[in-house]
Structure formats: structure tokens, C-alpha cells
């Protein structure tokens, strides 16, 4: 089972900055990774998956602000987040899977919001607040 550790978090100002990256303990070359959401009294919420081919899908409410990328020689994925809201405020996830079917999250757009039910292995999350 791959371990996940995110690092990165820390505050901003609106408008302002981020980039998080995630260290894993291996790579696959398979399945799907992602980034996720999670703030009090609200649901999680898929922002952003990879394939192993590099094909994308985004949530509307980060698409043009934040990026996801790799490196396969680092292990790392990265969430690299700019011109930051407020409402981005959270803690953040990075999760992985390698299943049959856990790429869904980027091969259909819909599926992304429910990232966390695709994506099994979840890192311990990175708190980001955005002041205003």
C-alpha cells in the first residue's frame, strides 16, 4: 500500500500562492493520482486528477488557478495553487490508487467530486489558509 505525505501548507493572502507537494513511496506507473479538499461543515471535494499517460481533469472552482503535475524521478506530486481565495481555505489531500477503474476521476469530469471514493490512499493532509 503506497504511503502518501503532503507538505507545503501554511497561510497566504488572498490572491496570493501555494504549492504542495506530495511525496510518495513509490510510484506507480499505473492507476490514478489526485488532489482533494476538505473544510469543516463541508463535503470533500476532488480538485484535480492524473493519469500515468498525463491526461487532466480539474473542478470548475480551481480550473485556471491550480495545477497538477509529477515527477517521476522525485516521486512527487505536486498542487501548485495560485490567485487563492479565501474559500480555498482547508485541508488538503493528496490520494492514489491503482485499481481497475479508480481513473474514472479523470476520464469522466463528473466522477472528480467523488474523488475520495475512487482514490483509496489518502496521505495525512496539509492545512492551507487563505486570509482575506
Known amino acids: 500500500r503506497v504511503q502518501l505525505v503532503e507538505s507545503g501548507g501554511g497561510s497566504a493572502q488572498t490572491g496570493g500562492s501555494l504549492r504542495l507537494p506530495c511525496t510518495a513511496s513509490?510510484?506507480?506507473?499505473?492507476?490514478?493520482m489526485g488532489w482533494l479538499r476538505q473544510s469543516p461543515g463541508k463535503e470533500r471535494e476532488g480538485l484535480a486528477a492524473?493519469?500515468?499517460?498525463?491526461?487532466?481533469n480539474y473542478a470548475d472552482s480551481v480550473k485556471g488557478r491550480f495545477t497538477i503535475s509529477r515527477d517521476n524521478a522525485e516521486n512527487t506530486l505536486y498542487l501548485q495553487m495560485n490567485s487563492l481565495k479565501p474559500e480555498d481555505t482547508a485541508m488538503y489531500y493528496c490520494?492514489?490508487?491503482?485499481?481497475?477503474?479508480?481513473?474514472?476521476?479523470?476520464?469522466?469530469?463528473?466522477?472528480?467530486?467523488?474523488?475520495?471514493?475512487?482514490?483509496?490512499?489518502w496521505g495525512q493532509g496539509t492545512q492551507v489558509t487563505i486570509s482575506s
Open positions: 490520494a492514489a490508487d491503482e485499481r481497475p477503474g479508480a481513473c474514472i476521476v479523470v476520464a469522466i469530469p463528473e466522477k472528480l467530486k467523488d474523488l475520495h471514493h475512487y482514490l483509496e490512499n
Open positions: 513509490e510510484f506507480s506507473r499505473r492507476g490514478c
Open positions: 492524473m493519469d500515468s499517460y498525463g491526461a487532466i
